[in-house]
């Protein structure tokens, strides 16, 4: 069964460096989405992505952030100048169909990138 | 913006019993209510969704309410078995146009007894 990817699996970054988190959706998938989930806190919507442009973004989603689909494949979300509270667990989504649509709108989502800000 | 609030926040159950979980939501026009599962150091992972045309599904031991008015969804797992084990997350969206966000509640932990 096709999965999402994600790449690395564990990201350790200085304080004020700039990382990227790369993702592989299921190949014919559309709708691309990024979370992040603080330890022991809820998922929190980052941004979405369909046809080569954001579609919706969080508050928590500010200059600092950004996302690009480089090729047919990958999905990054690039985080500038990465802050303390910048740690958690990032995880990728992707859905055949937008959210909520009949069939084919489940998100299913990758393993997560842990990423710790020192 | 749409804000769910979920509970309760821990929840346990003796093996066989039925466990229930309750969500609000707070923008009329969401429209979808998905739930999601997620086991110790995993992805999340949809078990159940509804919308809102729509105000009772089930699939084997697992089912969702909704109502409308109230702005109130539930979950609730009957026979319950240990490997129901995890963390549950209702979340609340409204598709409509371009429109892409879900807003995740604040989890419940769910232990089963043996």
């Known amino acids: 069964e096709p999965e999402v990817t994600q790449t690395p699996s564990h990201q350790v970054t200085q304080m004020g460096q700039e990382v990227i988190l790369r993702c592989v959706p299921i190949?014919?998938?559309?709708?691309f989405y990024w979370y992040r989930q603080i330890l022991g806190q809820k998922v929190e919507f980052l941004v979405s992505f369909y046809n080569n442009e954001i579609s919706e973004k969080s508050e928590i989603f500010d200059d600092q952030f950004s996302v690009e689909r480089p090729d047919g494949s990958n999905f990054t979300l690039k985080i500038r100048s990465t802050k303390l509270e910048d740690s958690a667990m990032y995880f990728c989504?992707?859905?055949?169909?937008?959210?909520?649509?009949?069939?084919?709108?489940?998100?299913?989502f990758g393993p997560g990138t842990r990423l710790t800000v020192l | 913006g749409e804000n769910v609030e979920q509970h309760p926040s821990t929840l346990s159950v003796q093996e066989g019993d039925s466990a229930v979980i309750k969500c609000t939501y707070s923008d009329s026009a969401s429209n979808y209510f998905p739930w999601y599962k997620q086991e110790l150091g995993k992805r999340p992972q949809l078990i159940i969704d509804i919308r809102s045309n729509v105000g009772e599904k089930k699939d084997q031991r697992i089912a969702v309410t909704l109502n409308k008015t109230a702005k109130h969804f539930s979950l609730h797992i009957t026979e319950t078995q240990p490997e129901d084990s995890a963390v549950y997350f209702c979340a609340a969206s409204m598709h409509s146009g371009g429109y892409q966000k879900v807003t995740f509640g604040t989890g419940t932990k769910l232990q089963v007894i043996p």
């Open positions: 190949s014919n998938h559309l709708y």
């Open positions: 989504a992707s859905s055949e169909a937008g959210v909520g649509r009949e069939g084919r709108s489940e998100q299913f």
